[in-house]
């Protein structure tokens, strides 16, 4: 079992930066692949970025250019640096844990964090 834990959520202005981070206990990242989804209300949960163990990172287009994942298996945890914030960046993010659907790079995660909220004020 895995258990993950977001950090780093809050309010800031449109342009600005926030660095969320996910704390990982159990068992470690090294062989997971790690990745950040965000969910709004109403809306199904997307992707926004993914990190394999070989630290191959993928994004969704909406972020690309603006996120960056990374991750420190020696800390356990992974990051997703956050700029250029828009006021859709604003939601929920979550950090997830797994592995990629085989012969694609997309992430079937098996475990979930909690969540942390992101606001992103005009």
């Known amino acids: 079992q895995v258990q993950l834990v977001e950090s780093g959520g809050g309010l800031v202005q449109a342009g600005g930066s926030l660095r969320l981070s996910c704390a990982a206990s159990g068992r470690s990242i090294r062989t997971y692949v790690m990745g950040w989804f965000r969910q709004a209300p109403g809306k199904e949960r997307e992707f926004v970025a993914t990190?394999?163990?070989?630290?191959?990172?993928y994004y969704a287009d909406s972020v690309k250019g603006r996120f960056t994942i990374s991750r420190d298996n020696a800390k356990n945890t992974v990051s997703l640096q956050m700029n250029s914030l828009k006021a859709e960046d604003a939601t929920v993010y979550y950090c997830a844990a797994g592995s990629f659907i085989l012969g694609t790079s997309t992430l079937n995660p098996s475990y979930w964090g909690q969540g942390t909220q992101v606001a992103v004020s005009s």
């Open positions: 990190i394999s163990p070989s630290y191959t990172t």
